[in-house]
């Protein structure tokens, strides 16, 4: 019997990983994961563990900034669990094997005096930048008005993204059009392949917070539904383009967020297709599911009238609103809580304050 991760692997779900914590990236690679994902508040919790504090003094002493030296440790993490899911990019000719790098959250920190259009040049200039020489590495873009008028010039210049913070249907249409537009200009789409994140269980967590009246059928289940539909669009889409490789929905947020529900609810619910990232716990827990044999499901349909209660009763642009605001500000306080440990570690080491870390990625 298969275990219950290989039973959703085996589904033709590709399991990816939310986290680039060597560890955890060598024992998710051994029980079937084929990529992984990072941002900032991963980043930010392995560096407070303190088991990079040698790298961090090495930087010090060789004199980069604050700023500086949080990119130079994300991009070395991200290199190692690229070169663990090399093989699987090689064998797959650029379909899977990829690891996720999500560029400067502080170019969507609410303090950034920074225009829309710089916003937008800088997402350009910092996707070509860490980009370059990796060929299996997505460069992670948020759904926002600066990061989406980034990606048709991202695309045609050959970078793969993964578009990530996406919630709703005009998110993923503004994303999906904006990089096929830039596609399109390339000399070649052999090796085009982009994916559109689309974030689950918070949205549950919204409407239990702000759509209350919801049912009990439905309340709990709109984040399944909307990455269902979503998932379907994207299908849909690209199904006569004859591409050599798959454009594909990642399902994040995976995770459980009310104590109440199963660990796997979500996991099992979109199983079956495309990429999952699923936390490192979330993992944990499946897998110790003894017995637990996944099914496709996406292809389940779900009762109507919850859906049909869900489209009248949500709305969907406030929502958006919303959990955007969170997302950013997840993403942006972490970044922020990264300078300031690495600030704090330099005066440990050398007793000086930190340099400079107001620049983005260098």
């Known amino acids: 019997m298969p275990s219950p991760l290989e039973s959703l692997i085996q589904t033709g779900t590709k399991l990816w990983l939310d986290s680039v914590d060597p560890d955890l990236v060598l024992q ?3 029980l079937g994961a084929t990529g992984a994902t990072s941002n900032p508040i991963i980043i930010a919790d392995l560096l407070k563990s303190g088991r990079f504090d040698d790298e961090i003094r090495q930087l010090v002493e060789a004199g980069h900034d604050d700023a500086a030296i949080a990119w130079k440790l994300t991009d070395h993490l991200v290199q190692s669990a690229q070169q663990v899911f090399r093989e699987v990019y090689d064998s797959t000719a650029g379909n899977d094997g990829y690891v996720s790098f999500e560029l400067d959250p502080l170019l969507e920190d ?10 937008t040049q800088q997402y350009i200039e910092l996707g070509r930048e860490w980009s370059s020489g990796h060929p299996n590495r997505m460069i992670k873009v948020p759904a926002t008005p600066a990061g989406l008028a980034a990606l048709e ?3 045609a210049a050959g970078i793969t993204l993964n578009v990530t913070l996406i919630f709703t249907t005009r998110q993923y249409h503004a994303a999906r059009d904006a990089i096929w537009r830039g596609a399109q200009r390339r ?3 052999d090796r085009f392949k982009s994916v559109y994140s689309i974030f689950v269980s918070r949205v549950d967590v919204y409407t239990q917070k702000h759509v209350a009246q919801l049912s009990s059928e439905a309340q709990g289940m709109t984040g399944i539904v909307n990455a269902r539909q979503l998932w379907e669009d994207n299908r849909a889409f690209w199904s006569d383009k004859k591409l050599p490789l798959q454009q594909e929905i990642i399902f994040a947020s995976t995770g459980v967020k009310n104590p109440e529900d199963p660990p796997d609810k979500y996991v099992a ?5 495309d990429i999952q990232t699923n936390p490192p716990g979330t993992n944990d827990q499946i897998q110790s599911m003894d017995g637990k044999e996944f099914e496709p499901a996406l292809f389940a349909s779900i009762d109507a009238k919850v859906i049909e209660e869900i489209e009248r009763e949500v709305d969907f642009a406030r929502m958006e609103e919303v959990l955007m605001s969170e997302g950013l500000e997840k993403f942006a306080s972490p970044q922020k809580a990264l300078l300031e440990l690495i600030g704090t570690r330099r005066s440990e080491f050398s007793g000086t304050a930190s340099v400079d870390s107001s620049s983005a990625a260098s």
């Not at 609410?110 to 916003?119: G, T, V």
């Not at 619910?269 to 297709?273: H, N, R, T």
């Open 28 to 30: 998710n690679r051994k």
């Open 269 to 273: 619910a979109l199983a079956g297709s």
């Open 153 to 155: 010039e991202l695309a």
């Open 187 to 189: 000399d070649s789409l």
């Open 110 to 119: 609410p303090d950034n005096p920074d225009s829309q259009e710089s916003r």
